[in-house]
């Protein structure tokens, strides 16, 4: 669905009637008498009752819509409840509209923008605001694409004004604010559904081949240099994790690289690092039939670096980055990897593979070190790792695993301006020596416990002492039922964070 964002009051010949007007209000604000109308008197009254039957009460997340029969510009009055002036709310906020709006197939609609949004706070601009509520409403309106014979008709954009509810607030300086908020949040939340929709594509129409090429548009939009390393040369360079994971399929993995170099005077380099298993049947350690067909999201790493890439590319931070995403299929054949192999992986460190399931820390071992040999000195990995991590935090938050506190840190805050929550595990040494080998160097699997931890250590051996933090999102990557602005199926996860992160660095 696409947007088209305003602001101010409509000017003659103009929209001069809405499908929905959107009125953000607090449950203090729903108690308060007096004052100026909310949308009109009657219509206001109408609320009021609502309220005195307990049904809608100005709390987070609620919504109730009410017909205005011609007494205002807006055919429905869409009240949206919401907890204050944060971040946090302002994007439940936006969501929750985007969901009501989407059932009254809205598609030209005004949102009243309270005085204390507009002016915002210490903790939450008007630009931070405004962000915030945009990549809620944008977020919140998004479903998974489907696939049916019978295709739905191409719907018009949705017309989006915010009109400030005290017309004289700010003048062109607040409108100038807002208006590059509501951009800075496009920008998020456009990159973010990218990954969505790549997330959500079916396995047979993405294979490792196919997240190359959509890596290569991404390079070819924003001049970045990319590289494309396939099996030949992978094979050359001594991958034996990527070539030993890709091996038992019919479509080959690669290897993807793209370079962004925003501070040429700067020896310091981003490299971020994603898991892009397009799908995983577990290999010969084959994966239970159940929920199998959720594996298509095997590649929401690689799907969060290249959202992230294409935020980078617009807003062009003064950082470097190298991206890499290492691609493969897991599948069982007479040439799949077995458990009891020893590989060895590009960095020259053997792997004894006890549990082929255990397939994207051995892609992601081969990526790290591409990434280090290019530049990188400091390192992120983001992948769909482990089942414990959904044991330990449920679908709620992103598992973290690190050599470096303050790294970590810096992304948790970002995660935190993002909304996307972000645990911390311990990294003890005793948990490293369960990847401990007695046919090699380490092996892929500590076993059942801790296995959040082990899997992240199991990465970080191939980090070469450089700052790093492993992010586990095999939890919040996928999601069986939608809550807030994050959608059914892949989430996006990690999009708006590691761009809050990378931006913020310039």
């Not at 997240?211 to 360079?237: C, K, N, Q, W």
């Not at 160097?441 to 492993?470: C, M, Q, Y």
Request: glycine fraction near 12%.
């Amino acid at each position: 669905m696409k947007f088209q964002f305003t602001y101010g009051a409509a000017a003659s010949g103009e929209l001069s009637a809405f499908d929905a007007t959107v009125k953000l209000i607090t449950g203090e604000e729903l108690q308060a008498q007096g004052g100026a109308p909310w949308i009109h008197p009657q219509v206001d009254d109408e609320l009021r009752r609502l309220s005195a039957k307990g049904l809608f009460k100005g709390e987070k997340g609620q919504k109730v819509t009410i017909a205005t029969l011609g007494l205002h510009a807006g055919a429905q009055a869409l009240f949206v409840g919401y907890g204050g002036v944060t971040a946090d709310e302002l994007r439940e906020a936006g969501a929750a509209s985007a969901k009501a709006l989407r059932k009254l197939k809205a598609r030209r609609v005004q949102v009243l923008v309270p005085s204390s949004v507009l002016s915002g706070n210490a903790d939450c601009s008007a630009e931070r605001a405004a962000q915030s509520f945009t990549e809620g409403l944008i977020l919140g309106w998004y479903e998974r694409p489907k696939r049916k014979r019978e295709h739905g008709k191409e719907l018009e954009p949705v017309d989006v004004q915010f009109i400030p509810e005290a017309q004289e607030a700010g003048g062109e300086t607040a409108k100038a604010r807002w208006s590059a908020g509501v951009k800075r949040g496009e920008l998020f939340a456009e990159g973010t559904l990218f990954a969505r929709d790549l997330t959500n594509m079916p396995g047979n129409e993405l294979i490792p081949e196919g997240l190359a090429e959509y890596a290569e548009e991404i390079g070819h939009r924003y001049s970045f240099d990319v590289e494309i390393i396939d099996e030949f040369t992978a094979i050359d360079m001594g991958m034996g994790g990527l070539i030993g994971v890709g091996k038992g399929s019919a479509h080959p993995p690669r290897m993807i690289v793209l370079h962004y170099e925003g501070a040429p005077d700067s020896k310091d380099v981003w490299g971020i690092i994603g898991k892009g298993i397009t799908f995983d049947t577990g290999g010969i350690s084959l994966k239970r039939a159940e929920g199998m067909e959720e594996m298509i999201g095997d590649m929401g790493g690689a799907a969060a670096v290249l959202g992230t890439m294409r935020i980078i590319g617009e807003l062009k931070p003064k950082i470097n980055v190298i991206a890499v995403i290492a691609a493969a299929e897991n599948m069982p054949s007479d040439r799949a990897l077995k458990p009891g192999d020893v590989i060895v992986t590009m960095s020259g460190r053997t792997v004894e593979v006890v549990n082929t399931d255990a397939e994207g820390r051995l892609v992601l071992a081969d990526a790290l070190t591409t990434a280090i040999r290019r530049g990188a000195t400091r390192l992120i990995d983001i992948a769909t790792l482990t089942g414990a991590v959904e044991v330990a935090l449920g679908n709620v938050a992103t598992g973290a695993v690190t050599n470096d506190e303050l790294l970590l840190q810096d992304i948790i805050r970002a995660g935190r301006t993002a909304g996307e929550r972000i645990w911390p595990f311990p990294s003890y040494p005793e948990y490293r020596r369960q990847l401990d080998s007695d046919a090699a160097d380490l092996k892929n699997s500590g076993g059942r416990f801790a296995g959040t931890i082990t899997g992240g250590l199991f990465i970080g051996a191939f980090a070469e002492d450089l700052p790093w933090v492993h992010l586990d999102i095999a939890g919040t990557s996928w999601l069986k039922s939608s809550r807030g602005w994050e959608s059914k199926g892949a989430t996006g996860v990690m999009v708006r964070t590691l761009a809050e992160l990378l931006s913020s660095r310039s």
